[in-house]
């Protein structure tokens, strides 16, 4: 019970600290740092910033044409394990109730075992995720320590969840402690490694977009 009291309290308030913090300095060294002057002017016909930006955001969520057909699997399978992620992480009564207490907001949750089957379903999919990017040529040489470790933070809550359900390899108490304690890692390395796409994958598409629109580019 030590382990377990040490997880879900000091630990977790630590973490949880240190995500606020971490994800707040990102945000703000990007969105408060002096933009250099626009010189040029944009080219006729340009759309305006706010459309380029949200055109740039969503239409990256399909790969373009010239590609679609050499990254589907690539590009599907992504699509399999983020949403395989939102649904554990949001729609497991256990993490609603958990957020409900800290928040006061609560929301309608799958049943239990539809949402192991995704956890599964995401582990397996992070795997060959992991496959791929050890045995893609292009991928492997530009895999950095961040994309492996980031990986090994992302799927060891889903798959210590899944221990703690089915009560394999140790006792309840020990295996709640380890899920808790793999959460506490995943929040604490978040905001300083590519994890941190979580939240600045739309100012980056966005931003990405608006640059290439006054340039003339189209997409």
């Known amino acids: 019970m030590e382990l377990l009291d040490f997880a879900r309290g ?5 973490a949880f600290a240190i995500f606020a913090i971490g994800v707040a300095w990102r945000l703000s060294s990007l969105l408060f740092t002096p933009r250099p002057h626009r010189r040029a002017e944009a080219r006729e016909g340009t759309p305006s910033d706010a459309k380029a930006f949200v055109r740039g ?12 057909d050499v990254v589907f699997a690539n ?3 992504a699509y399999v394990f983020h949403i395989g992620l939102f649904i554990v992480v949001f729609l497991y009564r256990p993490h609603i109730l958990f957020i409900e207490g800290f928040t006061g907001l609560s ?3 799958l049943p239990n075992t539809l949402v192991y089957g ?4 995401t582990v397996v999919s992070l795997g060959v995720a992991l496959a791929r990017r050890m045995t893609n040529p292009v991928q492997k040489i530009l895999t950095t320590f961040d ?4 990986w090994a933070l992302t799927v060891l809550p889903v798959l210590t969840g899944l221990l703690v359900v089915n009560g394999i390899g140790a006792r309840y108490e020990t295996l709640l402690a380890l899920h808790i304690l793999s959460v ?6 978040l905001p300083f490694g590519k994890l941190m ?3 600045l994958f739309v100012l980056s598409r966005g931003v990405t977009s608006v640059r290439l629109s006054r340039r003339g580019a189209t997409f």
């Open 118 to 121: 995704v956890g599964l379903v």
């Open 184 to 189: 506490c890692a995943l929040l604490i390395w």
């Open 57 to 68: 955001v969503f239409s990256r969520f399909i790969p373009h044409k010239t590609y679609r």
């Open 197 to 199: 796409h979580t939240f």
């Open 75 to 77: 590009h599907l399978n």
């Open 107 to 109: 929301w309608p949750a």
């Open 147 to 150: 994309d492996y470790f980031s």
């Open 10 to 14: 000091p630990a977790l308030t630590i």
